[in-house]
């Protein structure tokens, strides 16, 4: 038997090369995230561009050339006016060569590589982890369409070839072998030597027509087509619910914004690796708390000072009662400068308290200046708030991790970090 395969080459057959170079060229991908992510809505699926310049990146092209020591050439360069055959050219110093080249200088070429957002997910999110997760099944399903067996009816898209050949033998076999055996019968019967001229004639002409019918089999008929067939069936799916709440007094400038939506997209983008249906509620406040758009969230500008226990009771009253714990994988994801009333601490701690043993975990990240960060002895001055974490951590072991930035470019290292697998 030959086979021959006519299909046509797949349209992603250099996958496997995008996903060597993409490996190779890992570093500069990952570097590209804080200017990526910052131009970014929290919805945005759509692919990027990494620029790639081929001597830093350990791609350049080798060639094989004379060594210049022993090497003879004779060659005319093209624009040459000055030099003719047989003339001596003295090697110029290395100092002169520039950004022109030189022996061992590769070509400085860049180039923009495509890659899907999936693609770049993967890189950032390599060898990270939900702690605390757990995959609930809550209230909400979707419609899936699973398999269900067989039947005789269909669109050819539909069309099992294995179970319709099958039907065929099978069909073949309860139809022909019969007739085989009446045949076999037949011919043991023209064996005998007292039949005569008729009979003998009779048990020919019988086997000529079963041999007739053997042969005049279809191949297939209507009643051996399978298709495939398929039904909606409910099925529950596992979920969570991110809640963002941010600082938005005026102590919060446009960079602390940027930062801060850097952190809530990843997040959100790493919570669908590991979810299958994710909500995400907004929540701002100065002295007062609000749920808001995922515009307002980011642009929305306040005056006034900040009360953060406002968010955490709004949270309690308003969304988690929306959100159950027992049905929803909750996870709270806070940014802030640090700043809060002394008076607020005891509120929040106690807030905190009540919140925590319904989180699955919450993530703390606070933008500060460089310059307000230190003592006069070079330790880290905790803010307000992060007092209050220190302080509710301790009644609440592993479900809040605090950490502190200071640039943008900071973000997707403390996110590393934030995440980074815990080996026993």
């Not at 395969?5 to 995230?33: G, T």
């Not at 757990?134 to 979707?142: D, I, L, P, S, Y």
């Not at 269900?148 to 033998?169: D, E, H, M």
């Not at 309690?316 to 929803?328: G, H, I, M, T």
Request: net charge negative; proline share 4%.
């Amino acid at each position: 038997m030959i086979i021959i395969d006519r299909r046509k080459n797949p349209s992603n057959k250099s996958l496997p090369n995008r996903q060597r170079f993409a490996d190779k060229v890992k570093d500069v991908i990952r570097k590209s995230a804080r200017k990526a992510i910052g131009d970014r809505s929290i919805k945005d699926t759509s692919g990027t561009g990494v620029n790639i310049a081929g001597s830093e990146n350990g791609i350049k092209e080798y060639s094989f050339t004379h060594d210049p020591e022993t090497g003879i050439t004779q060659q005319i360069w093209i624009g040459n006016t000055k030099y003719r055959v047989g003339d001596k050219i003295d090697k110029p110093p290395e100092s002169d060569w520039g950004s022109s080249g030189g022996p061992g200088d590769p070509t400085e070429d860049e180039f923009e590589f495509k890659i899907s957002y999936d693609e770049y997910l993967d890189i950032i999110f390599d060898d990270l982890e939900l702690p605390n997760l757990e995959n609930k099944e809550g209230t909400t399903e979707v419609k899936e369409l699973r398999r269900a067996g067989f039947t005789n009816a269909g669109v050819p898209s539909n069309l099992s070839i294995v179970k319709t050949y099958s039907s065929r033998l099978s069909r073949k076999a309860a139809l022909y072998w019969p007739k085989i055996r009446e045949i076999e019968a037949l011919e043991e019967e023209l064996k005998q030597q007292d039949l005569d001229v008729e009979k003998r004639q009779q048990i020919i002409d019988r086997i000529d027509e079963l041999r007739r019918k053997a042969n005049i089999f279809p191949f297939f008929e209507d009643i051996d087509l399978r298709y495939n067939n398929r039904v909606l069936v409910n099925k529950p799916i596992t979920q969570a619910v991110m809640i963002c709440i941010m600082d938005c007094s005026v102590s919060m400038t446009e960079d602390h914004k940027i930062t801060a939506k850097k952190f809530f997209l990843l997040l959100n983008r790493f919570l669908q690796r590991k979810y299958q249906n994710v909500a995400v509620v907004f929540i701002r406040h100065h002295t007062t708390a609000v749920e808001c758009t995922e515009e307002a969230f980011f642009t929305d500008k306040e005056s006034g000072g900040t009360i953060v226990s406002s968010s955490y009771q709004l949270m309690k009253d308003n969304v988690l009662k929306r959100f159950p714990s027992d049905q929803w994988n909750v996870y709270l994801a806070q940014a802030s400068d640090g700043d809060n009333y002394p008076e607020d601490a005891d509120t929040c701690v106690g807030l905190l308290e009540d919140i925590l043993p319904r989180l699955q975990f919450m993530m703390y990240m606070e933008i500060r200046l460089q310059q307000f960060m230190y003592d006069t002895y070079g330790g880290i001055v905790d803010t307000e708030l992060m007092k209050v974490m220190h302080t509710a951590d301790a009644y609440q072991p592993n479900k809040i991790h605090m950490d502190t930035v200071t640039t943008d470019s900071q973000v997707v290292p403390m996110f590393r970090r934030m995440f980074a697998k815990r080996y026993a």
